[in-house]
């Protein structure tokens, strides 16, 4: 079989550069490998090569340096048939780590009964709703290595008062430590994208509660984004309305709560901690 013609429906960009390639692989530490932080959730090793889920392997150009790892039991996800077949061809070993299928659909605690890595160079069309993923999982996946469009890396990487800055900033921020590891050019690729790519590590943080409730914080993040160059008092007035709904405030009373000075900030400007006091503003 030849190569995997490119297909644009699943984001398919094949990585040609191997020295990139071998650098996004290398990116990956696990548990035991604890960086200079210190301030890691990992298991302590047990000496077990640490199961890490490959998503959309495609030709396998990350794959063949994941395989030499003896420190990875390696999984693969890809939804396409004939990158499937072309693995399984060129690869050993696949029977039984290989699965066709969409990542967005797996039920990860079917397949992983405790802790994993993710790994990837990502279907850039599913980027974010790979992440949202990841944070529905955040307790059992203590790293992700993922390429992404250069833009999606900085913003998730990028702290508050950037212009950049959005939900999935806060959301991950709030569970992990993120790192920009370095840009890929569009060049490295076959075919290749229209825009630059950039690698990026996300490590679980120490964190282990937010103080507040977390579909609530989820939801003031997710709504006071909305509108994200207005204050704040806009976009979450129905939040803020449900809560004096709740406690039988007046007009008078609502008025004077969203008077207070968080709502006339705008969403990018609020840490993670400042969206958890916020959350308990409206609980
Ligand atoms: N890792 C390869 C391919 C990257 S392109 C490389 O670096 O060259 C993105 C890959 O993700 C493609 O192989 C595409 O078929 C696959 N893909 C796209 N959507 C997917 C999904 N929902 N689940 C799993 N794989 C997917």
Not at 55 to 77: A, K, N
Request: proline share 6%.
């Amino acid at each position: 079989m030849t190569e995997v013609r490119a297909k644009k429906a699943l984001g398919q960009h094949f990585l040609t550069d191997q020295k990139v390639a071998r650098a996004i692989v290398d990116a990956l530490k696990i548990p035991g490998q604890a960086g200079n932080d210190g301030a890691l959730s990992f298991p302590a090793p047990t000496g077990h090569p640490f199961p890490v889920l490959e998503v959309g392997p495609g030709m396998g150009v990350l794959t063949q340096y994941l395989l030499e790892r003896e420190d990875i039991d390696l999984r693969l996800i890809e939804i396409d048939t004939e990158s499937v077949e072309y693995l399984l061809t060129h690869f050993q070993g696949m029977q039984g780590r290989l699965m066709e299928g969409d990542f967005l659909r797996l039920r990860l605690e079917k397949l992983f009964p405790g802790q994993f890595g993710i790994i990837g160079n990502f279907p850039y069309n599913i980027s974010s709703q790979i992440f949202f993923k990841v944070l529905d999982y955040k307790d059992s996946i203590p790293e992700v290595v993922g390429m992404v469009q250069k833009e999606v890396a900085e913003r998730i990487a990028c702290p508050p008062g950037s212009k950049t800055y959005g939900i999935l900033s806060v959301l991950l921020q709030a569970w992990y430590d993120i790192e920009y590891l370095f840009t890929v050019g569009s060049g490295c690729f076959a075919p290749p994208p229209k825009v630059e790519s950039a690698v990026i590590r996300l490590r679980r943080n120490g964190r282990t509660s937010l103080g507040c409730d977390e579909s609530l914080f989820k939801a003031v993040v997710k709504t006071a984004f909305g509108q994200r160059r207005k204050m704040m008092r806009n976009p979450l007035k129905p939040l803020a309305r449900a809560k004096a709904e709740r406690e039988g405030w007046s007009e008078d009373a609502l008025s004077a709560f969203l008077a207070q000075p968080v709502f006339s900030q705008r969403p990018e400007q609020l840490s993670v901690e400042d969206f958890a006091a916020l959350t308990n503003l409206l609980a």
